[in-house]
């Protein structure tokens, strides 16, 4: 079952901060984010795991609420860089990843 | 070290034909994945495999088939295309299922 993710778009001006948001309706083992620029493939960006500290890559952080099956994504002084489609996948038991819709995001001058 | 590759880069079908994407990695990972991707509907799993010799259905196998013979490559064969193919596949391999997962330049395919 895919995760829920939202907003499923949001536009930004530059230096402007976001939270993308992620549940799912099972127990969940891990949260993994990817970000996809148009026309190119999925890049990994970082993995949430169950009773981790919450993660760091440059301005983007994330993190896990265990409870309540969660997980945002914090985008801090957005860069035109920044733009593209963001997509958490979820892992829960034995059950390969599953990815959300994706959340498009666009960052303007 | 090419990472993961995919071929062709596009591809266009007429209803009824079988073809076959081919999917490489050379990083020695044990998990290959096989995904769709269709305008707002995100990235789908079709078939995915945690080692050489064992493949598994995702969430919409249908009108695919996969083989996992060498732990290097992962082909997905279309048995019979359809036009409801036609869309945006991406093969993914990670050293585990846990692990973060690198994905190829995937496949563009059109089905008339």
């Known amino acids: 079952q895919q995760p829920v993710q939202s907003p499923q778009a949001v536009i930004l001006r530059e230096g402007e901060d976001a939270v993308i948001n992620c549940s799912s309706s099972?127990?969940?083992?891990?949260v993994h984010w990817y970000r996809q620029k148009h026309g190119e493939a999925p890049v990994f960006l970082m993995i949430l795991l169950k009773g981790g500290e919450q993660k760091g890559h440059e301005k983007i952080s994330a993190s896990f609420n265990e409870k309540k099956q969660q997980s945002s994504l914090y985008l801090t002084a957005s860069q035109l860089s920044y733009s593209g489609t963001y997509f958490c996948?979820?892992?829960?038991?034995?059950?390969?990843?599953?990815f959300g819709k994706g959340t498009r995001l666009s960052v303007i001058a | 070290n090419a990472g993961v590759t995919q071929t062709p880069k596009f591809q266009v079908l007429k209803t009824g034909q079988s073809m076959t994407l081919q999917c490489a990695q050379d990083m020695n990972h044990e998990y290959m994945s096989w995904y769709r991707q269709d305008p707002g509907m995100g990235l789908r799993l079709i078939h995915y495999s945690v080692g050489a010799g064992i493949t598994d259905q995702g969430e919409v196998p249908n009108g695919y088939n996969v083989s996992r013979s060498t732990t290097e490559d992962f082909p997905l064969r279309l048995l019979s295309a359809a036009p409801s193919q036609t869309s945006v596949y991406f093969c993914a391999s990670s050293y585990r299922r846990t692990y973060e997962q690198y994905f190829g330049p995937g496949t563009r395919l059109t089905v008339t």
């Open positions: 099972k127990a969940l083992y891990s």
């Open positions: 996948g979820t892992l829960s038991g034995n059950t390969p990843l599953v």
